[in-house]
């Protein structure tokens, strides 16, 4: 498994950016899946946003499609997700998460051995 934390949560006024990174430690990053997910105060953890390793395809939730993009840079083992245009329902603590089961469908937390602690995103309007 790898260890991931992580970073770039804050609070923004509504139609603002925002990067989260997550950086992670352990062996075969590249090889991992990687996904976003968030929670919202009384609500489940949703999916946002993964990408592939092998093939690379990138996935999001409808929610989110257009503006929020997700990459990967296996050189410095750090994943991002780029949230433009964010709006008040964004507001949530996201999650980074990796997988090495990669039969899995990589839009549901199950799929997931490996969390980040979550990092607090807060959209005014």
Do not use: H
């Amino acid at each position: 498994q790898v260890q991931l934390v992580e970073s770039g949560g804050g609070l923004v006024q509504a139609g603002g950016s925002l990067r989260l990174s997550c950086a992670a430690s352990g062996r075969a990053f590249s090889t991992y899946n990687l996904g976003w997910f968030r929670q919202a105060p009384g609500k489940g953890r949703e999916f946002v946003a993964a990408v592939t390793w092998s093939p690379f395809n990138t996935y999001y939730a409808d929610s989110v499609k257009g503006r929020f993009t997700i990459s990967r840079d296996n050189a410095k083992n750090t994943g991002y997700l780029q949230m433009n245009s964010l709006k008040p329902e964004d507001t949530a603590v996201y999650y980074c998460a990796a997988t090495g089961l990669w039969s899995m469908d990589v839009r549901t937390t199950s799929a997931y051995p490996s969390w980040g602690q979550g990092t607090q995103v807060t959209v005014s309007s």
